[in-house]
């Protein structure tokens, strides 16, 4: 497990295969070129968490003999970055671990704090709008229920909607927003939210199996075949991060309908886009990089150690200047 200074060291990486981009390794140092064959990074492995492929690409045993070696995750996503497959640094063998997530009784207990944690979050970022007291107070009415016993996981959910309703009607209301619909991509700002969804979850996805978590075993996310419940949970206080940097592109003029295609009603990112808008989001996640990390480990110390629910962290996301 790395320690919180060696972590802040590392840092994200996203190589476009779809572009001509191509990836080799020189000793110790990761070196990407461009379609040219022009070095456009070179970068020590020593300091890299996880790095994301877009597009075709061939895995060798070079490669995973690099992420053992080194602690890097990878993650392979297509040219519109859906995710297929990832190679997660992970520690084997943790079944201490794996058994607590099993028999803890205090499933639902965890939920709620995590609901609770991300509209929390979700009222920050709408107390640094202009003009959006209404929806900071129906916010603060879906955590005072929250702080009400609840019985059972469709209450929770349904105060989870109502949030996430008065939430993205105001962090969206620059655009002409029709409500979020996950994986459809009906218009621009949901695509970008799948996009930066989709980065993000991986991040937290290697951050999480470092420590030997049965990411399949979740608590507010009930499990399904092939779904990683236990990072669907893990990644709802974090996904203002996605929210506000889109917002922030927006009244930055960074998107452009220029960069999109629709087809069939569906939008993508063209391949020849100005703006590589996962990289953007990959930076952004860098900027919150350590508060993830504490969030993470303090989350994985207090499941070891403690039943008592008042302990769970709560993590408050680093303010970003979004407007």
């Known amino acids: 497990m790395l320690s919180e200074p060696n972590f802040a060291a590392r840092k994200i990486v996203m190589i476009h295969a779809n572009q001509g981009e191509k990836m080799t390794f020189s000793n110790d140092n990761l070196v990407i070129k461009n379609k040219a064959g022009k070095?456009?990074?070179?970068?020590t492995c020593h300091r890299i968490f996880i790095i994301y492929i877009v597009g075709g690409f061939s895995v060798t045993t070079g490669l995973i003999e690099r992420g053992r070696r080194f602690g890097i995750s990878f993650v392979f996503l297509t040219g519109g970055y859906k995710f297929y497959e990832s190679i997660p640094y992970k520690s084997r063998g943790n079944t201490m671990l794996v058994r607590r997530q099993?028999?803890?009784d205090i499933d639902f207990e965890i939920?709620?704090?995590i609901v609770k944690n991300k509209i929390l979050n979700q009222k920050k970022?709408?107390?640094s709008l202009r003009n959006n007291n209404d929806g900071?107070?129906?916010?603060?009415?879906?955590?005072l229920k929250l702080n009400e016993p609840i019985r059972n996981l469709s209450t929770l959910m349904g105060i989870e909607g109502t949030a996430a309703k008065v939430y993205f009607n105001r962090i969206f209301n620059i655009v002409d927003w029709k409500g979020r619909q996950p994986r459809v991509k009906r218009d621009i700002t949901n695509l970008l939210l799948d996009i930066g969804y989709t980065v993000l979850f991986n991040y937290i996805d290697a951050l999480v199996s470092m420590y030997g978590f049965d990411t399949y075993k979740g608590n507010l996310h009930q499990e399904f075949y092939n779904r990683k419940?236990?990072?669907c949970d893990l990644v709802e206080p974090f996904r203002i991060i996605i929210d506000c940097k889109i917002r922030k592109m927006y009244n930055l003029r960074q998107i452009s309908e220029e960069n999109f295609i629709c087809q069939k009603g569906r939008y993508m990112v063209n391949y020849q886009?100005?703006?590589n808008y996962g990289t953007e989001f990959a930076r952004e996640i860098n900027r919150h990089s350590i508060c993830i990390f504490r969030y993470i480990q303090g989350y994985y110390r207090w499941f070891m150690t403690s039943d008592d629910i008042n302990k769970m962290p709560i993590v408050e996301v680093i303010k970003n200047d979004i407007d």
Do not use: D
């Open 229 to 231: 419940s236990l990072i």
């Open 273 to 275: 886009s100005s703006i």
């Open 136 to 143: 900071v107070e129906l916010l603060n009415n879906s955590i």
């Open 102 to 104: 099993y028999n803890t």
């Open 125 to 127: 970022a709408l107390q």
């Open 39 to 43: 070095i456009i990074l070179q970068y």
């Open 111 to 113: 939920s709620q704090i």
